[in-house]
């Protein structure tokens, strides 16, 4: 791979994370591909113990500006703060310059390109290990990085409110997509019990957890309670609206849990 450019675009300003900690945010962009660049907020915790890359579902185009705000937030896309203040720095990528959105890309080579410029970064910035969070039709973005990249990947997946439905829509990007037989890591589902979108039902969780047949732990965490309200693909129960906050210490609490102690450089 190329030598990686990056260029700070915005430093933001510091959270409060917890009781005398801070966590830095801001917005800063690489250059992936010829002529192609991908801008992402960078959020660092405090004393992280690991770090992920967090790929927003829906069409993927969160809408980054350069102060930090953006267009379409959902569970991942605004979690920063929630993953950070349990000890997770993350990436949180928009889509490439050469993109208006993921739709047929996120299983291809070139996203699996952008994404690893991403891993990279996060291992130049800390020997953490780095985790692949996906949700919806991030859950593909995720999977397809562990699969394409192998190594220069993440060391483990997270896949919430996973697309399983196929044949629907364009626009439904099923994680299946990938050869999740191919995933030789550590697999953490995240599913709420009552998810209303009708690509991603409950109930395809158990076929879901058989196609990771070569992952050495699959574990499956089911939320319930929170706010149906709003769009159910966008929204609801979908995008765990009233318990972000629990279902973000639930996977932190994994992740720390089923990470490998980081490499000394």
Known sequence: MHHLRWVLLAFLSAWGVTAGAQASIEVKQLTTRAGVTVRFLYAKADNPVASA??????????????????LNEGFL??????????????????????????????????????????????????????????????????????????????????????????????????????????????????????DGCYVTPYDAMPALKAALSASPKVELISPEGGSSGGNPCHGGYHQFRGIETAVTKDIADWIKANSAAPVAR
């Not at 890359?53 to 953006?70: D, E, K």
């Open 77 to 194: 896309a605004s979690g920063a703060h929630r993953f950070t203040q349990n000890g997770i720095s993350v990436v949180i990528p928009d889509v490439p310059s050469d993109r208006r959105n993921l739709d047929d890309f996120r299983q291809t080579a070139e996203h699996a390109q952008d994404n690893a410029a991403l891993f990279e970064f996060l291992r130049q910035q800390s020997p953490l290990p780095i985790w692949a969070v996906g949700t919806s039709n991030g859950s593909l973005s995720a999977a397809a990085a562990a699969t394409h990249l192998k190594g220069k990947g993440p060391a483990g997946l997270v896949l919430t409110s996973s697309v399983t439905k196929a044949g629907v829509s364009r626009a439904a990007h099923v994680v299946s997509l990938a050869p999740l037989a191919e995933v030789t890591l550590p697999v953490l589902l995240v599913h709420h019990k009552t």
């Open 53 to 70: 890359v967090l790929f927003q579902g829906g069409p993927g185009n969160i809408g980054l500006f350069p102060n930090g705000s953006m």
